[in-house]
Every structure is written in C-alpha cells, then in structure tokens.
C-alpha cells in the first residue's frame, strides 16, 4: 500500500490550504484514514480521522478550523485547513488503517510540510 500526499506548502497567518492523500496498492478492512502532524521537537500527534463508516474526529487544536473528507472507497482523504495559525506549521502525514497480507496494521505516507508564518 501506498499513501502519497500533496497539497503542501507555505501560507500566511490565517490562510487556507488542501491536503491530499491517495491510496493505491491492495489493501482491506480498513477502518479509516486519518491525518498527523509533527512538528519539530515534538511527538507526532493526532490531528483528524474519518472511518469507514464516514464518522470524523478531530484534535481539540484544530475544531471548527479543519475539514477531514474522504471519498466511499476510502481510496482518498482530504484534510482543508482555514485560519490557519503558526502553531499549525509542522510534517502533515497521512495514515491508513487496514489488512494486507501481512495483517492489520498501519500504513503512512511520506509527509507533506504545511508553513504557516506571522
């Protein structure tokens, strides 16, 4: 399985981007696709999921300013940010959660920079 990202880059203060994450390779029983982040010299961490069952979630930090999106095949994911802030600047990685023949796991794309500057 492979998660590529895109939709990357620098914005000011308060601007907006779109994230994008395409899943291709073999995969079943996934049970969702979700966004993270890292920033440097942090932990990475959560920042929204959305289910198989269409069901969304999100980290206090980003409620009410973030979008996650997917499509039925749960082949793509999208994450749209607004106001974004400084904070938000960090490595967006995409994750997906589901079977291949080497079992349930985790599957991660390569990571995608999001800037946001003051």
């Known amino acids: 399985v492979q998660l590529v990202e895109s939709g990357g880059g620098l914005v000011q203060a308060g601007g907006s981007l779109r994230l994008s994450c395409a899943a291709s390779g073999t995969v079943w029983g996934i049970s969702g696709m979700g966004w993270y982040r890292q920033a440097p010299g942090k932990q990475r961490e959560l920042v929204a999921i959305i289910t198989s069952g269409g069901s969304t979630d999100y980290a206090d930090s980003v409620k009410g300013r973030f979008t996650i999106s997917g499509d039925n095949a749960m082949n793509t994911v999208w994450l749209q940010m607004n106001s974004l802030k400084p904070e938000d600047t960090a490595v967006y990685y995409c994750?997906?959660?589901?079977?291949?023949?080497?079992?349930?796991?985790?599957?991660w794309g390569q990571g995608t920079q999001v800037t946001v500057s003051s």
């Open positions: 994750n997906l959660q589901g079977s291949d023949g080497r079992g349930f796991r985790d599957f």
